[in-house]
């Protein structure tokens, strides 16, 4: 039996996607204050997998080393920051550690949709939906889309990063699928005021 199997056939979960800083989290949050929907974050499952000092958390350990470990804490939690830093410079690392979470993310946010199945909408924030094969659990996909160029300002503004630091990560995440044709709606996220976008939203929802 699939993980999918027991989803809802009339709740509506919604795919939320895009390149990273394209406005995802603004966007969801949005979603949820003026609509009062659940969101589902993909990145908050894999930070809360990672600090479960499990089976996981040991395998990741015992593969990065404890340079992925928080030093200032006695905790022995793992440092995101660093673990971020190492896999966005080590396609390896970084393909190896998402063979790891996505499964697990997968199966903790069909557990959630089936808990949370009264819900009539719940917004499926996932970065890498269709690198990591979600699409099965949405039941449509929304794509945030910015410019290059303002993709690297906010990175460089959010993250504190340089712009060389920006426009590498950014194309460590460039791949040749193509998101367009597979989601049902697309929003342009580019301006300052997102006002326009909010008010597109709003006639959707």
Known sequence: MSITDNLSTTQKRI???????????????????????????????????????????????????????DQSSRSE??????????????????????????????????????????????????????????????????LIKCSKENQIQRLINRDKISRDEAEKIINIQTNNIKKEEKSQRIFENNDQNSEKLFKKINEII
């Open 15 to 69: 795919g939320l996607t895009g390149n990273i800083a394209s406005g995802k989290s603004t966007i969801a949050k949005y979603i949820a204050d003026s609509k009062n929907i659940k969101i589902l974050n993909a990145d908050n499952y894999s930070k809360k997998i990672l600090r479960n000092r499990r089976e996981t958390y040991e395998k990741v350990i015992t593969y990065f080393g404890n340079e992925i470990l």
């Open 77 to 142: 939690r793992i440092n995101f920051k660093s673990l971020k830093k190492i896999i966005f410079s080590n396609e390896n690392k970084r393909k190896w550690i998402e063979s790891i979470l996505h499964p697990l993310i997968k199966k903790k946010m069909v557990e959630d949709c089936i808990k949370y199945k009264n819900e009539k909408v719940l917004i499926l924030e996932i970065p890498l939906l269709f690198e990591a094969k979600f699409e099965s659990i949405c039941t449509e996909i929304w």
